[in-house]
């Protein structure tokens, strides 16, 4: 169930959570010993999302990032299972839709309201030039991502005003760049939960996505 277009595209490709981090996490997540409640629930989300596409995405095997077309066939499919999941109480689902309902936010600004703003090459290049404007070098050589998840947000809003484009669809990439900043801010831990064996933080997991945080933001 991780292995979507959407998914893979942003926690993958934009959070640099490796393929077999999520893979391991699907395993985890199956594996855990959960209560009846849970375990109805995690039915119920792998019925839902049973008719998105569980397929290896393009940015996967040629480094290009999917195309527009792809994102707007993918959306609507996941959308109508999120809407069919419901609400969640049990936390590693809680954790689950937050990281889904977060993705398919941050995917629709950028890649489709921010669509004119999207180049690529210079998405990399501002991305790295913001990078080193909030995180000293040296940090980043030692892999300090305390740093970088604390940067995420200002990160984003550089990254978006550095983007050749009308204010108008400017925003809706800002909108979706400060979705995703949160995103890395929860990919990141889940990733090094996964990783080390201590699930605590997916045990207790209890932030819900609120897409009213994004739509206020301005310029």
Not at 57 to 69: C, D, N, R, V, W
Not at 164 to 184: I, P, Q
Request: aromatic fraction near 8%; glycine fraction near 4%; include cysteine.
């Amino acid at each position: 169930m991780f292995k979507s277009l959407l998914l893979i595209s942003f926690i993958v490709a934009l959070a640099s959570a490796s393929l077999d981090s999520i893979k391991s996490l699907k395993d985890i997540f199956d594996s855990m010993d959960d209560s009846p409640a849970c375990q109805r629930e995690s039915a119920r989300f792998k019925d839902c999302f049973k008719d998105v596409e569980e397929t290896t995405t393009p940015y996967k095997e040629s480094g290009a990032f999917p195309a527009q077309e792809e994102i707007r066939d993918e959306l609507p499919k996941v959308k109508k299972a999120i809407q069919c999941v419901g609400e969640v109480t049990c936390n590693k689902l809680i954790l689950t839709m937050y990281i889904v309902e977060s993705a398919t936010y941050a995917m629709e600004k950028i890649a489709l309201g921010g669509h004119d703003c999207f180049n690529e090459r210079n998405l990399q290049s501002s991305t790295l030039i913001c990078t080193l404007k909030e995180i000293p070098l040296e940090h980043i050589q030692f892999g300090d991502t305390s740093l970088i998840s604390q940067s995420a947000r200002p990160i984003a809003r550089c990254v978006a005003l550095e983007q050749n484009c009308d204010d108008v669809a400017k925003l809706e990439f800002l909108k979706g760049a400060t979705a995703f900043a949160d995103l890395s801010q929860v990919a990141m831990p889940t990733s090094f939960a996964v990783q080390g064996g201590d699930l605590t933080y997916i045990e207790t997991f209890d932030k819900k996505f609120n897409p009213a945080d994004y739509d206020n933001l301005q310029l």
